[in-house]
C-alpha cells in the first residue's frame, strides 16, 4: 500500500522533497473536496455549495497532474495558491455564508500552504487563513440571516460535525505523511553528513598516507622536512631501499612485491619508536625522521633494523624471496643546517651501501632459489641430485660435448626454477588440477625465464628455461613450437626428467618401476619427445633408484 501511494506522489529522483509534499497536499485537497461535493449533496444542501466542492476537485485534479505529469512544481505552487484564495470567498458569497465545514477546509488549505511555503512566507499564509476563517466566522455567527440551505439548526451542526471529523482526519494524514518525509529526509542527510565526513577523513588520511603500506607518504615526508627546517635540534633521517624489489616484482608478479613491502614495512615500525615518522618516498624507498636523539642512537637503530630483518625472515611465509634492505642514515645537532643536505646525505649513504652489497646480491639470488627449490622438491633434494647425474650421462650419449656438459647440468637443477612463484597449495596438490590451476602452472616457464634473464649465471639458459615444456608435436608451451624447433637441450631435459619423475613417489600417484617408465617414454616418442633420444635413452642402462 505505502509503495503504492510512493507511486502517486513521485518517488522519483527529479522530485524534490518538497515537490512530494505539494503531491501529497493536492491528493488529499482532491479527496476533501469530492468528498465534501457527496456529503453536500446527500445531505440536501444548496446546490451552488455542491457545485463549489466539485469545482475544488476539479481544480486539484488539475494541478495534481500539472505537478505530477508535467513535473511543473513552481507553477502549481502558484497555481494552488491563487486557487484557495479563489475557492474561499466564492464559498462564502455563492453559498450565503460559509456553510458550517468551510472553515475547516480553511485551516485544511493552510495546511496546504504551510507544504509549499518557507520561512516568513510560511507564517503569512496561515496568518492569513486563520485571520479571514475568523472573520467569516464572526460574521456569520452574528447574522443568522446570512445562513441559507439548512432545514433546522441540528442540520448544520450535523454539516459542522462531518467537516470537523473530516478536516482532522485529513490535516492529521498529511502531517504524518510530511513529518515522515521529513524524517526520511532528515536520516538520508545524517548518512550523508556521515558519509561526507568518512569520505573527507578518507581523502585526507590517504593525502598523507600510502595506501599500500599504511605509513605516511612522500607529501606528507615533503611537509615535515620543511617543518624541521625550522630550527629544530637532534634531528636523524634514515633512508631505506628495498633490495631486489623490481626483481621480485618482475619475475614473481607484483602481488610478491607489495608483500615484501609490507613485510619492510612492518620491519621499519618494529624498529623505530612512535615519535618517528616514517614514509614511502618510492617504490621502493622509504625514509624516516627520527627527533630527539643522540648520535649514537642512530647506529643502535641501524643494528636495530638488520636484527628485525633477520627476526621477520624467519617468522614469516608470505614472501618467497627475503627481505633484504639497504640503509644509510644521516644526523645532525645543528639547527642551521638545511635538513634537506642531512636527507642528501642518508641517501648517499644508502646508495653506496646498496652498491657494496650488490657484489654479493646475484649469487645470494641463487644460493636463495637453490634453497627454495631443495624445500619445494617431492624428495627433498633426491630428485634434483638423481637428476643431475643422469643429465650428464644421457648428454653424453645424445652427443652433447664434454664442455657443454656443465651447462646443461645448470639447465637440469634450474629449469623448474619458475615454481618458486607458483602457490604451494597448486603445487602439492594431491588431487587433479582445475584448468585455472594447470593455466596457473604452466605460468612458471615465463616465471623461470624473467628469474633467469636477471642473473648472469642463469642468463645463458634463459631460453632454454622457458621452451622446457615444449612438445615434439608442438601442443607444449608456452610458445607451441614443434620438432628440431626446441632446444636439443630442453629435449634431453625434458625425457629425464619425465622418467625420474615417473620413478619417483608423487603427492598425486606412486611411483612406477623401470621398464613401466621405459614404455611410457615410448608411447610419447613422436607426440611429446623426441623419438631419436627417446631410443637413445631407452638403450642407456639405468638404475631405477
Known amino acids: 500500500m505505502g509503495i503504492e501511494f510512493y507511486k502517486f506522489i513521485g518517488a522519483k529522483k527529479e522530485f524534490s522533497m518538497e515537490h512530494r509534499l505539494l503531491n501529497i497536499a493536492l491528493i488529499f485537497g482532491f479527496i476533501i473536496a469530492l468528498w465534501s461535493a457527496v456529503t453536500n449533496y ?105 445562513i441559507t440551505g439548512y432545514s433546522g439548526i441540528a442540520e448544520r451542526y450535523i454539516d459542522i460535525f462531518v467537516g470537523l471529523i473530516t478536516t482532522i482526519m485529513a490535516n492529521t494524514i498529511i502531517i504524518v505523511l510530511i513529518l515522515k518525509h521529513y524524517n526520511q529526509e532528515h536520516e538520508k542527510a545524517k548518512c550523508y553528513l556521515a558519509e561526507s565526513r568518512q569520505a573527507q577523513e578518507n581523502l585526507v588520511y590517504f593525502s598523507y598516507h600510502d595506501a599500500l603500506t599504511g605509513v605516511y607518504n612522500r607529501a606528507y615526508f615533503e611537509r615535515e622536512v620543511t617543518c624541521i627546517e625550522q630550527k629544530e635540534e637532534g634531528i636523524g633521517i634514515f633512508v631505506v631501499d628495498i633490495d631486489r624489489l623490481k626483481f621480485i616484482n618482475d619475475t614473481l608478479g607484483h602481488e610478491q612485491g607489495d ?56 617468522k614469516t611465509a608470505e614472501v618467497i624471496i627475503p627481505l633484504e634492505m639497504s640503509v644509510g642514515y644521516a644526523y645532525s645537532l645543528d639547527a642551521n643546517r638545511p635538513q634537506r643536505d642531512l636527507l642528501r646525505e642518508a641517501d648517499n649513504k644508502m646508495y653506496r651501501e646498496k652498491l657494496y652489497r650488490q657484489s654479493a646480491t646475484e649469487g645470494s639470488i641463487i644460493q636463495t632459489l637453490k634453497k627454495m627449490l631443495l624445500a619445494r622438491d617431492y624428495d627433498t633434494g633426491i630428485h634434483g641430485e638423481r637428476l643431475h647425474n643422469m643429465i650428464a650421462n644421457f648428454a653424453r650419449k645424445a652427443g652433447i660435448p664434454g ?105 598425486y600417484r606412486q611411483a612406477v618401476g623401470h621398464a613401466e617408465a621405459i614404455e611410457e617414454l615410448k608411447r610419447y616418442a613422436g607426440t611429446q619427445f623426441d623419438p631419436a633420444l627417446v631410443h637413445i635413452f631407452t638403450t642407456i642402462k639405468w638404475n631405477s633408484h
Open 259 to 314: 608483500a615484501t613491502l609490507i613485510h619492510a614495512t612492518r620491519v621499519l615500525q618494529a624498529s623505530f619508536g612512535e615519535n618517528s615518522i616514517i614514509a614511502r618516498i618510492g617504490g621502493d624507498e622509504f625514509a624516516v625522521i627520527v627527533r630527539g636523539v643522540a648520535r649514537n642512537d642512530m647506529e643502535v637503530i641501524y643494528r636495530r633494523i638488520r636484527k628485525n630483518i633477520r627476526v621477520e625472515n624467519e
Open 42 to 146: 446527500f445531505l440536501g444542501l444548496d446546490c451552488f455549495l455542491v457545485l463549489t466542492c466539485v469545482i475544488s476537485a476539479v481544480v486539484m485534479a488539475g494541478l495534481y497532474y500539472l505537478s505530477v505529469v508535467r513535473q511543473q512544481y513552481a507553477m502549481t505552487t502558484w497555481l494552488l495558491i491563487g486557487a484557495v484564495f479563489l475557492i474561499i470567498p466564492a464559498s462564502w458569497i455563492f453559498n450565503g455564508g460559509i456553510s458550517g465545514s468551510i472553515p475547516f477546509y480553511i485551516i485544511l488549505f493552510s495546511t496546504v500552504g504551510a507544504t509549499v511555503f518557507w520561512g516568513l512566507r510560511r507564517l503569512l499564509l496561515i496568518a492569513y487563513f486563520i485571520v479571514i476563517a475568523s472573520t467569516l466566522i464572526f460574521l456569520e455567527f452574528n447574522n443568522p440571516g446570512l
Open 403 to 507: 664442455s657443454a656438459i656443465a651447462d646443461i647440468q645448470l639447465f637440469a637443477e634450474f629449469h623448474d626454477v619458475g615454481k618458486v612463484g607458483i602457490p604451494d597449495h597448486i603445487l602439492h596438490k594431491p588431487g587433479p588440477l582445475t584448468r585455472e590451476e594447470r593455466e596457473q602452472i604452466q605460468r612458471h616457464c615465463e616465471i623461470g625465464y624473467r628469474i633467469a634473464q636477471t642473473s648472469t649465471d642463469l642468463l645463458p639458459i634463459a631460453d632454454w628455461i622457458l621452451k622446457h615444456h615444449e612438445w615434439w608435436d608442438g601442443r607444449g608451451y608456452p610458445l607451441g613450437i614443434k620438432g628440431e624447433a626446441i632446444p636439443l637441450e630442453c629435449r634431453i631435459v625434458a625425457i629425464a626428467d619425465a622418467y625420474d619423475a615417473m620413478i619417483s613417489d608423487r603427492p
